[in-house]
């Protein structure tokens, strides 16, 4: 029973609706009352009934029955794994990518994008047993190697000692006692030592009686000739244990595995918003503050105080301290880790885009002040220039693309867009600055993919209305980047936007309005926002959108045309970063982002920089092969290229000037 | 004339006695006045007459009249350079060391040890240009290399790069085009960078318009086949100048000697006291005080303040700054680099007295705070063990021992006597602690020798009176190392102690009495101290000084004794520290301290240690064989040694138990 009064004549937010309905509908113009009605979703064979709002989505419905459907897509109806059959009722299919006809016919639908809008009977499918995968940014993502894990192939070691105490008549000085230990039982020559590990080597080999362990890195990262180096001494055996960290600087968001290096397993996982975001939401205005002031040591204390209260909850939750982690490998693009390091980026944004290194020198973590082991090596991965970095290389490294004959596409859509193509014989590289128009920044009403954006949305063909789904179900605040492409690919298929994205001024809808801005069309009214304003699209908001996705597409086309093929040649695209996992293809096709290929052409690796800064934590063959893809890779500058700018013009059309490129894309009449 | 009104009765200072008049004379009993006449001294054959209180030292006389006299020894009588004749008048020798019978029937005399008791004739002899030789400790002395400077066997370079600009057509980043450059023009490779150089680079390429002069350090020091290191990058080109400084950490004083690389001479030099002091007098203390609570880095802050200040004040004196110092070379005793480097020195202390490291890891100054470039390494000179470090290794090679036939028995005498005997073959050391009674402590009236410490005694074998030279001529407060061996002596051989040490009650002068602490004798009245108190040596001083002694000719003859040799068999005596340069041979003899050997065989040699980093600084050869030094020494444990204990025993006596091994040695009836 609907209790909830809303304002009359306008979208709401049905408070009464359970948290399970994430959807909210209109109350057409009934004042003093909800119209939402209730409608019974039946479950078979499990034989559950529950009642939900009309319009709720049929996997929300499940999860309201304890039916666990299998949706790794995280509801985006990518995957077709919620594959359910309509037995009976009235339903809405939203999208049924992914379902051929014939399924289509036989009453499949996918619970994720099929809402109930009477009372229904689904059957649902026998599934393999339910996972517990949560998209990433919510909960941990299982990770597997593709290889199997070997000890000896990354450079920490324990190692127990046991020595003669000293005497009168042996007054050899601990370190020299230590080393030749090292030698004689472990063949170690030319062992290093900190001064602050050296500072503590008297009392713990006095309080452990001679017996201690040694927590010993072979080699420096990148250099597997360097001399050993004690990283820690431990009093007695202590030898249950090893811990390391892979860690990815977002521009936006930050991760840390924290990695069992006795299994090779990633065991915590935690993420957050890089704290940098309050300094500029994008590279360029980052590189613009860090320059002014003390602002390069403010960045850099930002992202620290992110990474550091990520691994101190990752030590925390597996009730260990900080100071047991004994390596971190770093993967970011190159600003990112400038900052990090402490390096001024100023030139990477400066006529001809020179980084400072794009192979960082190994440090240690007391350097740069990061709350693990002090003496713990930290190994950022090498990237090839200004905007290709460490988190490309490590993409291609993880993703696998540097080791099929298939001729693959690698694009990481986060702020630039970073395009790497080839195979296991050659690589190419681009970077496209496609703006910070999918990170939600240069749109009037857009904002991060965070709660209450707008994540996905559906345009009626007739009317032109709109409904939307908001992430976490909060009343609308904004639009996030897969929520703007699902809006522009729905504008333009129902024919609010022609080609060129100018918004139709002709059509009979109040939701078009010339506003602030230039024409605008509004997609959630003052009174259900949750900012007490129209929540609208501009003129001006879908250039920028047109111009980021044609940067994307443009990158992707001048790269194939640049080794003499076209993207029609390319076997696989491969998209990394989290952003990239939410991109519903459809849309993203439709706008012209992406190319037109089958769906099952198109990879969703999630963050394959992460990814790869675990591989190279416990792989040293993986963190050669970084180095080695960095050296194979050539770098297309794009602002040295004229064919660029003849490719992102075409790319400026929805979908794109040749419509040929585009077969799969129909609009409406 | 006198004007001065003194007590009645008492020895008291004279304050219109000229500055160069350091001698205070006893006013016998004449109330109202100054009892002291002034006598005339001429000196021919400049043919000048000065007016001095009766008393005064001739060299001091020399000094009022202008006449340069050579005093290398700094007035010790023991050089032998000030030597004068005395024409006509009355004179007192109270030393007539390095003179012969004929030579004092000729009427020649030590100026230093010589009084004017009349009206006197003085010749000068012929001299040698006098060179503003000043003893260490007031002013730089003038440090000779023993061997041909060569830049290229020390491992700072300045190199000048001259890199292509990046364009969008070559966008290498900047540390790469370094590298590439270093590589090419100077055959470098594996070059190393640290985070904060890298920080600077870009700026640096950028303001010297590609042209730069990078500041590289080949090898660290002890381990030459390092790869290099970029210390520094300056922009343009910047060759004119190139600083190291050698620094000698001593529990006492702290010396720095800026250097000059591109010529390999000492250009400046500080000293001061070891902030430390306040913590304790001697090692133990030091160590004790580091144990507790944050005792360790108090202690560091404090030696690093010292050498902070001393750093500070060579480089503004050159008019550079500290950061153009790129290299630091440092000797001390175990303790001291313990302390300096921030390692606990507890089991230094504890048997069987082991050090953290005899050979410290080299380390960058900002590691610790040092104040010279941050990333400039510091190197510390190794040692062999607790109580036989860096500043004796390096003393040992600065003094030449290592590479001569002759039997030679080194000696440091601080705090603790640190002693080596051998050739360029073989070298044994121990160490005694003699305690810190040389040092001024542990000895009721004692005090370091500083303004207004008594530094040389003679007492009137008739009437037990005594005359004193205080420091820089001010009222006393009390008696330092030399003062107090020098007072020791002439209470033995005066027969105010016996050979046991025992003070004679039986003479009659009112200066033995019973006091607090037993048996004392006064040297100064109250109403002529500083203090306002009597300053006397008691029977405890006595003791403590005999313990002092004794360990320290116990060593001496250990040494010899455990390779199966004699004093008898060594050929020199080189004595090191600057204590050792205060010593009166002759008076140490006397008392036993040193072996009785002609004083041509005794070398004093100043600062042996701080000239050995010197030596380490400039030439990477001699930095090897400061280690190999310390790899071919055999160190002989006392505490584990039953015969230093009997060689002890018989020299807790004065001279010695065996007067045969003090021929010279004459005492009062």
Known sequence: MCICVPDAGVRHLCTCAPRTARRYFRNRGQPGGCAISTVTVHFKPADVRVEVPAGTLLSDAATQAGIGLQIPCGGQGRCGRCVVVVESGAVRRHSTHRLSAEDVAAGYVLACQTTAEGDVVVTVPPQEKIERRITEGKRAVTVELPFTYNFHDQPLRKLVVNLAPPSLQEQTDDWSRLKRELSQRYGLEDVRISLSVLAKLGTVLRD??????????????????????????????????????????????????????????????????????????????????????????????????????????????????????????????????????????????????????????????????????????????????????????????????????????????????????????????????????????????????????????????????????????????????????????????????????????????????????????????????????????????????????????????????????????????????????YINVERAIQIGMLPDMPYDQFVFMGNTSVRGAYFALVSDEMRKRVTDVGRMMTYLELSADNSFFEEFNAAMFLPHTDVDLFPSVHVAP
């Open 208 to 581: 452990g009686a001679w017996h201690a362990t040694v927590v010993i890195e072979l080699g420096t990262s990148g250099q597997s000739d360097a001399p050993p180096r004690i990283i820690d001494i431990l009093p007695g055996e202590q030898m249950e244990s090893l811990w390391g960290v892979a860690i990815d600087i977002g521009t936006t968001s930050n991760v840390v595995w924290l990695v069992d290096l006795v299994g090779g397993r990633v065991i915590k996982q935690a993420i957050d918003y890089n704290g940098q975001i309050a300094r500029g939401e994008d590279v360029i205005s980052r590189i613009i503050y860090a320059s002014k002031g003390d602002g390069l040591r403010e960045l850099q204390s930002l992202v620290l105080a992110t990474l550091n209260r990520l691994l101190g909850q990752v030590a925390s939750e597996q009730g260990i301290s900080t100071a047991a982690i004994y390596r971190a490998v770093v993967a970011g693009n190159s600003t990112m880790i400038h900052l990090f390091a402490g390096l001024p980026p100023d030139s990477i944004r400066l006529m001809p885009f020179i980084t400072a290194a794009n192979e960082i020198p190994p440090f240690t973590a007391k350097e740069i002040g990061l709350d693990i082991n002090a003496e713990a090596s930290v190994d950022c991965l090498p990237g090839i220039g200004s905007y290709v970095g460490g988190d490309i290389t490590s993409g291609v490294v993880s993703s696998g693309m540097c080791g099929t004959d298939a001729l693959t596409l690698f694009g990481d859509i986060r702020t630039n867009g970073e395009m790497v193509l080839g195979d296991c014989t050659w690589l190419i590289a681009c970077a496209c600055s496609a703006g910070p128009a999918f990170e939600g920044a240069g749109v009037v009403h857009g904002m991060r993919a965070t709660a209450g954006a707008i994540e996905e949305a559906w345009i009626n063909r007739e009317d032109h209305e709109v409904q939307y789904r908001v992430i976490d179900g909060e009343r609308p605040r904004g639009l996030c980047g897969s929520g703007l492409i699902s809006l522009l690919a729905e504008m333009f298929t129902s024919g609010v936007v022609d080609k060129s994205g100018n918004i139709n001024l002709s059509l009979s809808t109040d939701r078009i309005r010339m506003g602030d801005h230039g024409a605008e069309y509004v997609i959630a009214w003052a009174s259900e926002s949750a900012t007490g304003q129209d929540i609208a699209i501009t003129a001006v908001d879908i250039d920028n959108l047109m111009r980021a996705k044609a940067a994307i597409y443009a990158g992707f086309a001048v790269l194939a045309r640049s080794v003499g093929l076209t993207l029609a040649d390319v076997d696989q695209v491969y998209i990394g970063g989290a952003f990239g996992q």
